[in-house]
């Protein structure tokens, strides 16, 4: 066991390792690989289109609508840089920040494992978290918080452990802390609870003057990122639109009227069912909570507190609003570390052997390598790009001299993306909203049909709306179909039609 410890005992050949494993899990558990044909999910087109549109001299929330934070389309900017019609630069860092996530997972098993066990238990957390529902088709914005969260928990640790309460480290997660803000801000209940037990340590310890000077360095960390997006915003004229739309946009448009007790018994029934939508995930998890529970392997009890208050207030501001979206639960993955915690320190305390290191080596190298391929994605690895809608009516909008397009009453389908369209309407396609709560969003995409700003218009209908293109305002009076096509998405048959401009 020593041997393998020692063969083990250097930083370049651990990141080796983990940039390996994630390359491998996210070639087969990611739609964004170069092994998928293309990745169909609304989500991840949405935000590629987005990223698009800043590098090509669109303002987020001004020119495009959607609602997600800057620093996320920022990220698939550069992912749009890398490659213009394809997901192959969103894959290559999804691969980056899925390495770093793996690093802070191993520093946080380190703590506690010796150097083998952590690299094996944050592999096979790699390999868990990409296989399983949450994970979705890659590339979600939980996806890309998953480095922040390990790094957070682990700096906590740290600071608790060895005694040290830097400014550095505060200022580093409070910069964290406003990252996240720019991406989705409702996972900061972290944060929250991470500052909140950082200032009630040092009161503990009577350091009175040092905890209310660290909460504001914390919030000068966490104000940097967040100065440097309303700086962008104020050059580009937007500060106003970037309020409106991911401040109070999402802070209304999604919330359900429900009262208080209702939201409470939602929250706990959907993080419950989303944690029986995987067994394993399921029993890890209750594993690292029982974990939290004793001191024995934890030791400290400021971190069981700090890791179970984490979680929950981490569960109030994901799910308080009421609705329970499958990818929401990716961050909540991260915490299957303690569980495996919990079990390694055992079999390393009281099972020390050569023979068995290497059995479990073995044992845990099959699992890492199964687990990915049984993501539910690995089944549209073989399907041709034939299939797809996207490519389909690509073939004739690329024929046209000026390529603009409108995806009409629907989420973000692709087309902008395989056509490498920049969008002309501020409204380029609809949100998770009814037309009550966001009326200018159809309205302001019948106005540009009305008005003939765009040659060409994708139409979807499935089930209850069958033949609705036929009544939508302007369509059929400026537009002829000139192409049908037939694809399946999610399960679900969808037939998607191609307008051109009379």
Same mark, same amino acid.
């Given at each position: 066991?020593?041997?393998?410890?020692? !063969?083990?005992?250097?930083?370049?050949?651990?990141?080796?390792?983990?940039?390996?494993?994630?390359?491998?899990?996210?070639?087969?558990?990611?739609?964004?690989?170069?092994?998928?044909? !293309?990745?169909?999910?609304?989500?991840?087109?949405?935000?590629?289109?987005?990223?698009?549109?800043?590098?090509?001299?669109?303002?987020?929330?001004?020119?495009?609508?959607?609602?997600?934070?800057?620093?996320?389309?920022?990220?698939?900017?550069?992912?749009?840089?890398?490659?213009?019609?394809?997901?192959?630069?969103?894959?290559?860092?999804?691969?980056?920040?899925?390495?770093?996530?793996?690093?802070?997972?191993?520093?946080?098993?380190?703590?506690?494992?010796?150097?083998?066990?952590?690299?094996?238990?944050?592999?096979?957390?790699?390999?868990?978290?990409?296989?399983?529902?949450?994970?979705?088709?890659?590339?979600?914005?939980?996806?890309?918080?998953?480095?922040?969260?390990?790094?957070?928990?682990?700096?906590?640790?740290?600071?608790?452990?060895?005694?040290?309460?830097?400014?550095?480290?505060?200022?580093?997660?409070?910069?964290?802390?406003?990252?996240?803000?720019?991406?989705?801000?409702?996972?900061?209940?972290?944060?929250?609870?991470?500052?909140?037990?950082?200032?009630?340590?040092?009161?503990?310890?009577?350091? %009175?003057?040092?905890?209310?000077?660290?909460?504001?360095?914390?919030?000068?960390?966490?104000?940097?990122?967040?100065?440097?997006?309303?700086?962008?915003?104020?050059?580009?004229?937007?500060?106003?639109?970037?309020?409106?739309?991911?401040?109070?946009?999402?802070? /209304?448009?999604?919330?359900?009227?429900?009262?208080?007790?209702?939201? %409470?018994?939602?929250?706990?029934?959907?993080?419950?069912?989303?944690?029986?939508?995987?067994? /394993?995930?399921?029993?890890?998890?209750?594993?690292?909570?029982?974990?939290?529970?004793?001191?024995?392997?934890?030791?400290?009890?400021?971190?069981?507190?700090? %890791?179970?208050?984490?979680?929950?207030?981490?569960?109030?501001?994901?799910?308080?609003?009421?609705?329970?979206?499958?990818?929401?639960?990716?961050?909540?993955?991260?915490?299957?570390?303690?569980?495996?915690?919990?079990?390694?320190?055992?079999?390393?305390?009281?099972?020390?052997?050569?023979?068995?290191?290497?059995?479990?080596?073995?044992?845990?190298?099959?699992?890492?390598?199964?687990?990915?391929?049984?993501?539910?994605?690995?089944?549209?690895?073989?399907?041709?790009?034939?299939?797809?809608?996207?490519?389909?009516?690509?073939?004739?909008?690329?024929?046209?001299?000026?390529?603009?397009?409108?995806?009409?009453?629907?989420?973000?389908?692709?087309?902008? /993306?395989?056509?490498?369209?920049?969008?002309?309407?501020?409204?380029?396609?609809?949100?998770?909203?009814?037309?009550?709560?966001?009326?200018?969003?159809?309205?302001?995409?019948?106005?540009?049909?009305?008005?003939?700003?765009?040659?060409?218009?994708?139409?979807?209908?499935?089930?209850?709306?069958?033949?609705?293109?036929?009544?939508?305002?302007?369509?059929?009076?400026?537009?002829?179909?000139?192409?049908?096509?037939?694809?399946?998405?999610?399960?679900?048959?969808?037939? !998607?039609?191609?307008?051109?401009?009379?």
């Amino acid at each position: 066991m020593k041997k393998i410890s020692d !063969y083990l005992d250097n930083k370049k050949i651990i990141i080796a390792i983990l940039l390996v494993a994630s390359i491998f899990t996210l070639l087969i558990c990611s739609k964004n690989s170069p092994l998928y044909p !293309y990745n169909d999910w609304v989500d991840g087109n949405a935000f590629f289109t987005m990223g698009k549109g800043m590098f090509n001299g669109k303002v987020p929330y001004k020119d495009l609508f959607e609602q997600k934070g800057p620093l996320l389309y920022l990220i698939y900017g550069i992912g749009y840089l890398i490659s213009h019609d394809t997901f192959l630069g969103v894959y290559l860092l999804e691969v980056i920040s899925y390495t770093i996530f793996g690093y802070f997972l191993f520093k946080i098993a380190r703590t506690y494992l010796n150097q083998f066990y952590a690299l094996l238990v944050s592999v096979l957390t790699l390999a868990i978290i990409s296989g399983s529902i949450s994970f979705v088709q890659g590339g979600s914005a939980e996806e890309f918080c998953l480095p922040f969260v390990a790094s957070s928990v682990y700096f906590f640790i740290k600071i608790i452990n060895e005694n040290d309460f830097g400014k550095k480290y505060l200022l580093i997660n409070g910069a964290i802390a406003g990252c996240v803000s720019l991406i989705k801000f409702n996972l900061l209940g972290l944060w929250f609870i991470w500052m909140a037990l950082y200032f009630f340590k040092l009161i503990s310890l009577k350091e %009175i003057k040092k905890a209310f000077i660290s909460c504001v360095y914390f919030l000068v960390g966490m104000f940097i990122p967040i100065f440097i997006s309303i700086l962008y915003f104020v050059i580009n004229g937007a500060l106003r639109d970037y309020y409106d739309v991911y401040i109070t946009f999402n802070l /209304t448009a999604y919330s359900t009227t429900i009262d208080l007790k209702t939201r %409470i018994l939602n929250m706990f029934s959907a993080i419950f069912q989303q944690m029986k939508y995987n067994r /394993t995930i399921y029993i890890l998890l209750c594993l690292g909570f029982v974990n939290c529970l004793t001191t024995k392997i934890l030791k400290n009890i400021w971190i069981n507190i700090f %890791i179970l208050l984490s979680f929950i207030f981490l569960m109030i501001g994901v799910y308080i609003g009421g609705l329970p979206f499958i990818y929401y639960f990716l961050c909540f993955e991260a915490y299957i570390i303690f569980g495996f915690i919990f079990v390694f320190s055992i079999v390393q305390n009281y099972l020390s052997s050569q023979t068995l290191a290497i059995c479990i080596l073995c044992g845990g190298m099959i699992f890492s390598v199964h687990y990915p391929l049984k993501s539910p994605n690995r089944g549209y690895m073989n399907i041709p790009q034939s299939a797809y809608a996207q490519y389909v009516f690509k073939d004739i909008i690329d024929k046209s001299k000026n390529k603009t397009l409108l995806n009409y009453d629907n989420l973000d389908g692709g087309f902008y /993306t395989t056509c490498n369209i920049v969008p002309n309407v501020k409204y380029f396609m609809r949100q998770n909203v009814g037309y009550d709560r966001c009326p200018q969003i159809i309205d302001g995409q019948r106005e540009a049909i009305k008005n003939k700003e765009i040659e060409f218009v994708v139409i979807r209908e499935y089930r209850d709306t069958i033949g609705y293109r036929k009544n939508i305002p302007y369509l059929n009076d400026n537009y002829k179909e000139i192409k049908k096509f037939k694809q399946l998405y999610e399960g679900m048959d969808f037939t !998607y039609y191609l307008y051109c401009l009379k």
